[in-house]
């Protein structure tokens, strides 16, 4: 058994960190807190995005995390909450707004800290230090999208940012002690193996905390759709997705926390891969891979 998982995985899991720090069962709760996004200035904003994501459902944030609780405490009597703002950019507002929106959910019973979703570039001097002071109260994940390592790539799909600032807020964040969980993308267009290999090779020697990997889907409303549409850019089949992610963990430094391991499209609007709407197959595949290469996360990582 991988010594950091409790069941048949081969890799960091997110379960396993969980009850290896609370001693409890522990729920990511989502919530929509309205945030826009800096990449959306110009009326666009990454090509994957669907122009729908992150809009506002009406409901305010106490009565979207009740919801939630409500279900879940129907199947566990005892458990504990992280709030997770994860629509849109979740630190793009003056602090004022974030204060008031991330500390309604924290003074919730049973709150124990909060997994922020944001950008690179939405992260400025007064907003670090109130993450900073937030940090010291609670247990704080900030995730960073970053997608790809590759400039090319990044230009291509309109990330918006620079890999320089990406490091930046890295280090920014790690300077207060603050832990970081980074989105890559598997399969961007004309992106090989070997660029997504890169990609995991540079994060394995970053101070981050955790890991999120998709993989690209197209979503039926965004400029990727119609960007495929012409292009007719090669998506992964599940197989060779399976086989890049198995090489990724290889590679990646064992102390790194899986957040995630497979996209999650919504049906009804999900033009390609067909076959990520069967999540768990792909989690049971990768699992079966691993095992027939007697192999898990860090077997072949190398510090510097």
Same mark, same amino acid.
């Not at 979740?90 to 929106?101: D, P």
């Given at each position: ?52 994501? #992150? ?56 709150? %124990? ?12 001097? !007064? ?17 960073? #999208? ?32 603050? !832990? ?32 999120? %990997?998709?993989?690209?889907? %197209? ?24 086989? %890049? ?60």
């Amino acid at each position: 058994m991988f010594k950091y998982s409790l069941d048949n995985k081969r890799y960091h899991t997110l379960n396993y960190y969980y009850k290896n720090k609370y001693k409890d069962k522990v729920f990511k709760v989502y919530l929509n807190a309205g945030f826009s996004c800096p990449n959306k200035k110009n009326g666009k904003g990454c090509i994957y995005c669907y122009n729908g994501s #992150g809009e506002n459902n009406g409901m305010d944030l106490i009565s979207q995390f009740n919801k939630v609780k409500e279900i879940m405490s129907n199947k566990w009597d005892s458990s504990k909450y992280i709030g997770y703002f994860q629509a849109n950019t979740n630190t793009y507002a003056s602090v004022s707004e974030l204060k008031k929106k991330y500390e309604t959910i924290l003074n919730l019973p049973n709150v %124990i800290g909060l997994n922020i979703a944001t950008r690179c570039d939405a992260l400025p001097k !007064d907003v670090l230090d109130y993450l900073d002071e937030l940090n010291k109260k609670t247990d704080l994940i900030i995730e960073l #999208g970053l997608q790809t390592i590759h400039e090319r790539t990044s230009k291509l799909i309109n990330r918006g940012h620079t890999l320089e600032e990406f490091n930046n807020a890295v280090n920014e964040l790690r300077k207060r002690n603050i !832990d970081v969980v980074v989105h890559i993308i598997n399969g961007l267009p004309y992106e090989t193996k070997e660029d997504m290999i890169e990609t995991i090779k540079y994060l394995s020697h970053l101070d981050i905390q955790g890991i999120k %990997i998709h993989m690209l889907f %197209i979503e039926k409303g965004t400029e990727l759709a119609e960007f495929y549409e012409k292009e007719k850019f090669h998506i992964l089949t599940k197989e060779e997705y399976i086989d %890049i992610v198995c090489d990724q963990l290889e590679l990646l430094n064992e102390k790194v926390v899986i957040h995630r391991i497979t996209g999650d499209p919504k049906k009804e609007l999900l033009i390609e891969p067909k076959w990520l709407l069967k999540k768990f197959v792909v989690l049971n595949d990768i699992d079966k891979e691993l095992v027939r290469r007697d192999s898990y996360q860090g077997k072949y990582y190398k510090e510097k």
